[in-house]
Each structure stands twice: as C-alpha cells, then as structure tokens.
T-cell receptor, first 111, second 114 residues
Framework: DAKTTQPPSMDCAEGRAANLPCNHSTISGNEYVYWYRQIHSQGPQYIIHGLKNNETNEMASLIITEDRKSSTLILPHATLRDTAVYYC????????????FGQGTRLTINP | NAGVTQTPKFRVLKTGQSMTLLCAQD?????MYWYRQDPGMGLRLIHYSVGEGTTAKGEVPDGYNVSRLKKQNFLLGLESAAPSQTSVYFCASRAWTSGTYEQYFGPGTRLTVT
C-alpha cells in the first residue's frame, strides 16, 4: 500500500472551510484515497473516498489532483465538532482492504 | 442496529495473564478487522478475516491469535500478555458488496498490562 504524508496539525476558524492536504506520490492506478477521522478516543469514522474524480458527500468534498499524487479534504463550514485527527489512507477498493493509518492531521476548530 | 460492539470496554491484566476480546457486528458484514492504537499513533492492523472460518495476519500479528467461528463475531486472544500490548484495540467490519468501501469501527477496548 502507498504511504501518505500529512501535516501533523492545523487550525481553522469555526464557520470557515477547512482544507486538509495529503501527499501520496507512490499511489498506484487501482488504489483509492480514503479519509477517516477520529474524534477524541472514539473509533475512526469514514468520511469519503475517491479514485480519480472529485467527490462530494454530506460530510465533505475530496479533491484529487490529475496526476493523483495528492489530494485535499475540504470541510466546507467547519464546526467545533469537527475537531479531530484526520487520516488520509491509500488502499485498494476491493479485497481485504487493509488500511494503513499514519499519524494523521490533528485539526483544531477554534471559536 | 447496534453496529460494531466490543467487549470489554476496559481491562487491566498482569504480565503473563490471558484474555479474549470480543467483537460483534449485526450488519452481516463479511470482513472483520482488529487494530491496535498506541498513544499518539495511528491504528495498526493486527489480524483480519474475509469470512467465517478464515483469518489472516496483518501488520503486527505477533502475540495475538484470532478466531471467526461465527460470521458476526471476531475474537482476539492474548495468550500471555506483555506490557508492550498495552494499547487501545479497535474492531472494524466491512461488507463484501461491490461498491462498498467503508469500514465501520467499534468504540474500542482499552487494555493495560502491568
């Protein structure tokens, strides 16, 4: 599985868009980009995933560069409840899907 | 639906003791996983299962055994606990269905080995 690189921490003001970057320069053609988050010490929560195209759901948007070597998770209107550690993971879409969690980005939303 | 549940929530063991962690899911998922998370670190995969009666090693399998006798349950065993196994253990499950990508995680079991 490809490795990912994320900044260790970020801050964002409440109500603003939070943009979390991720580098995955060794991603292979059949690997997906997944984003999960972990609030406090709870179990991780799935946010969104993508292969080539940009994706949007009720939680966030995922922008993947054309060369697929990096991506950005966008939380459009961050709230205090979005304070969490965000993990960018690259993995196959089918099969066992063994997720490899790095250290993630600790996002703090400030009032 | 309860989703993914884990038993117990907390446990303290002495070095050399054994225990079993139980993960149960009511979503009829084929895939199940056990991860551990050490302080300040991301999750690491211990073992996983692609279906009833099958298990496979993950990234950090040493010192652990698993069993999947029933589709809804995935057990993680520590035969002789060591302080290095102090961690938070998370279970997850995922459906086999084509187009299903999300893993659902349980609330975790906090284990301390003294």
């Amino acid at each position: 599985d490809a490795k990912t690189t994320q900044p260790p921490s970020m801050d964002c003001a409440e109500g603003r868009a939070a943009n979390l970057p991720c580098n995955h320069s060794t991603i292979s053609g059949n690997e997906y980009v997944y984003w999960y988050r972990q609030i406090h010490s709870q179990g991780p929560q799935y946010i969104i995933h993508g292969l080539k195209n940009n994706e949007t759901n009720e939680m966030a948007s995922l922008i993947i560069t054309e060369d697929r070597k990096s991506s950005t998770l966008i939380l459009p209107h961050a709230t205090l409840r979005d304070t969490a550690v965000y993990y960018c993971i690259v993995s196959l879409g089918r099969g066992a899907q063994k997720l490899v969690f790095g250290q993630g980005t600790r996002l703090t939303i400030n009032p | 639906n309860a989703g993914v549940t884990q038993t117990p929530k907390f446990r303290v063991l002495k070095t050399g003791q054994s225990m079993t962690l139980l993960c149960a899911q009511d979503m009829n998922h084929e895939y199940m996983y056990w991860y551990r998370q050490d302080p300040g670190m991301g999750l690491r995969l211990i073992h996983y299962s692609v279906g009833e009666g099958t298990t496979a090693k993950g990234e950090v399998p040493d010192g652990y055994n698993v069993s999947r006798l029933k589709k809804q349950n995935f057990l993680l065993g520590l035969e002789s606990a060591a302080p290095s196994q102090t961690s938070v253990y998370f279970c997850a499950s995922r459906a086999w269905t084509s187009g299903t990508y999300e893993q659902y995680f349980g609330p975790g079991t906090r284990l301390t080995v003294t």
